[in-house]
Nanobody, 127 residues
Framework: QVQLIESGGGLVQAGESLKLACVAS????????MGWFRQTPGNDRTFVAG????????ASAESVKGRFTMSRDNAKNTVYLQMNSLTPDDTALYYC????????????????????WGQGTQVTVSS
């Protein structure tokens, strides 16, 4: 059974940085495509960034391009989301998610493709 545990959320001021981590257990990370989503109260989860198990540079939402960087360390079975130049609009509950198989970079944005979700970590950015 695959489990994902996120960490690294917190309260920061606008302009500051945070680095989220997601540790996977139950399956080798290199066999899974991974994504980060975020959700605010009353809204759907939206795609932030993703990396396919097939490799490549990954994909990210337009709203975070140039500020957020996703990376993966297969040896540690961990994916990261480095978030720089945070703004209050980035305030959300951030989820790590996995697709249990290969998927294209374009498909990483499709929420329903993800089979496993973490419990989420809260990021709050004050102005």
């Amino acid at each position: 059974q695959v489990q994902l545990i996120e960490s690294g959320g917190g309260l920061v001021q606008a302009g500051e940085s945070l680095k989220l981590a997601c540790v996977a257990s139950g399956r080798t990370l290199s066999t899974m495509s991974m994504g980060w989503f975020r959700q605010t109260p009353g809204n759907d989860r939206t795609f932030v960034a993703g990396m396919s198990s097939l490799g490549g540079s990954g994909a990210s939402a337009e709203s975070v391009k140039g500020r957020f960087t996703m990376s993966r360390d297969n040896a540690k079975n961990t994916v990261y989301l480095q978030m720089n130049s945070l703004t209050p609009d980035d305030t959300a509950l951030y989820y790590c998610a996995a697709v249990l198989g290969p998927t294209t970079v374009q498909s990483m944005r499709v929420r329903k493709l993800y089979n496993v979700w973490g419990q989420g970590t809260q990021v709050t950015v004050s102005s």
